[in-house]
């Protein structure tokens, strides 16, 4: 990280307490100030420190992290220091899954045997069959894969010992490796189909796809130009820095439990619609307006204030999403294979209409990843309950990238945030034998 030079040449934050009148010089450092510091500034002896208040951390760095960089206003995302665009186009999901663990592309060698690793772990054990089989018939695949993924940490309680390098590699790769089989069960489960075992003669992402929807054929091959899609979708979605997600597995994983149940927590978060679930609501508002003849209308309703235009805006992007460029160009490949959604024309159309329009323009409102990614799912035949459990499968290597470097980072520490108390104080206990007297 790089900071603007300083015209002082100090890199440091002078703060003077109104209340006390003392002054302090702060440490500025890759342009932050370190909270601890703040916590020298009293107004007594026996007071607390002073200390921040940031509900969602929307201001707060919680770590130093050398995975993903993202410039929002720049529309910029790079793996490890790759443009996303270059991996989408040249890479593959497994080779980008290992750039992200490993910090570093892969020679042929490693390429070979980490391809050889994963595809050998795709295996669950039976009794995870039989389990995943006692959900109700309608369980939300989500809900389902969440609970799998927490109950692996049963079947391998040797996931404990997280000071071992070896041993984070081992449950790293059976993660990586079982997620599919884990998403495509929960999905066969819906359909009221039976499970599909592993194919370990075909790539990643063909394996899933013939675990989600082989039948009888001896073996299922999908269209190379659709495994492309998906992979490429995986890649898209394999990180994205302190996301609602990731914060969950580094806070989770910062009690030291075993990795299974810190990605748990990151399939949790990922659960919540204002997380995973925005792809979702496109789709049923690009159903909603029917018809391009109807887009003047829903606009109007959009600048008026009563409708959002889902897919739409950034927390952090306020230019286009790199990776919704992306998605468009897939979207035009699985349709040529799958015929066209005639959502989509209507989706291309409130694109064309919002990035000339003032109010988007003003606000500086893109497509962001969900925008096209819907549609793309939809072409698969996937419900809509799918499609965060295909944003899990591509985010897992993301999530283990990040518990690995918060492992191994000496300045972090048990996640436990303050709080300002706003309760009643030192009230006198009654019995309720009194009470209710
Ligand atoms: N349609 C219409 N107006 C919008 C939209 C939208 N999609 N998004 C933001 N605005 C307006 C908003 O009304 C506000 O206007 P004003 O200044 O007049 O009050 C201004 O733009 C700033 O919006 P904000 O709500 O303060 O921005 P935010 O950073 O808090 O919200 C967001 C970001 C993604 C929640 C929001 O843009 C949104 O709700 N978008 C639609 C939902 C969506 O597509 N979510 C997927 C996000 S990408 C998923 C991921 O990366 O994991």
């Given amino acids: 990280m790089s900071n603007e030079a300083s015209t002082s040449g100090k ?25 601890k510091d703040l916590g020298q500034i009293k107004i007594g002896d026996d007071q607390p420190g002073l200390a921040t208040y940031d509900p969602g951390f929307v201001n707060t760095a919680s770590c130093r992290s050398a995975v993903t960089y993202i410039d929002g206003d720049k529309g910029v995302l790079e793996y490890r220091g790759y ?26 060698d490693e390429m070979d045997a980490w391809v050889h690793e994963i595809t050998y772990h795709t295996f669950v054990h039976e009794n995870v069959k039989s389990f995943m089989e006692g959900f109700r018939y309608d369980a939300h695949p989500m809900g389902m894969l969440m609970a799998s993924v927490g109950a692996l940490s049963t079947f391998y309680p040797d996931a404990r010992n997280i000071t071992d390098a070896d041993n984070r590699h081992m449950q790293i790769v059976r993660m990586i490796a079982k997620m ?65 997600s990731t914060n969950a597995v580094r806070s989770v994983g910062s009690s030291e439990v075993d990795p299974y149940s810190a990605v748990a927590a990151g399939v949790a978060a990922l659960y919540g619609p204002l997380h995973g679930g ?23 309703g959009v600048k008026n204030g009563n409708e959002r235009l889902m897919g739409f805006g950034h927390r952090v992007y306020k230019n286009y999403d790199p990776r919704a460029k992306i998605i468009k160009k897939s979207a035009e490949d699985v349709f040529e294979v799958t015929g066209t959604n005639p959502l989509l024309d209507i989706a291309l159309e409130l694109e064309k209409i919002a990035l000339e329009d003032e109010y988007f323009v003003k606000r500086k409102l ?10 793309i799912y939809e072409a698969f035949q996937f419900p809509p309950e799918m499609f965060t459990v295909l944003f899990a499968i591509g985010r897992t290597p ?8 918060l492992v191994q980072d000496k300045d972090q520490k048990i996640a436990r945030p303050k709080q300002i108390y706003t309760g009643d104080r030192q009230l006198t206990f009654t019995p309720a034998s009194e009470r209710w007297a």
């Fill in 11 to 35: 890199e440091t934050l002078t703060v003077r307490d109104n209340r006390t009148g003392q002054d302090y010089e702060i440490p500025i450092t890759d342009g932050t100030i370190a909270a």
């Fill in 83 to 108: 443009p996303i665009e270059q991996l989408a186009e040249k890479s593959s999901f497994l080779e980008v899954a290992y750039l992200l663990i490993h910090g570093s592309l892969p020679t042929k």
């Fill in 180 to 244: 599919p089989t884990l998403g495509a069960w929960s999905f066969r489960h819906a359909q009221g189909k039976p499970f599909v075992y592993p194919d370990n003669d075909l790539g990643y992402t063909a394996n899933f796809l013939s675990m989600l929807f082989k039948m009888s054929e001896k073996k299922f091959e999908a269209d190379e130009r659709l495994v492309k899609a998906l992979d490429t979708l995986f890649i898209l979605h394999a990180d994205h820095e302190q996301n609602c």
């Fill in 278 to 300: 925005a792809n979702e609501a496109v789709l049923r508002m690009l159903r909603r307006i029917g018809s391009k003849s109807e887009i003047p209308a829903f606009m109007e």
């Fill in 366 to 375: 893109y497509p962001n990843v969900d925008f096209y990614s819907g549609l």
């Fill in 398 to 405: 993301g999530w283990l990238a990040q518990w690995l470097e």
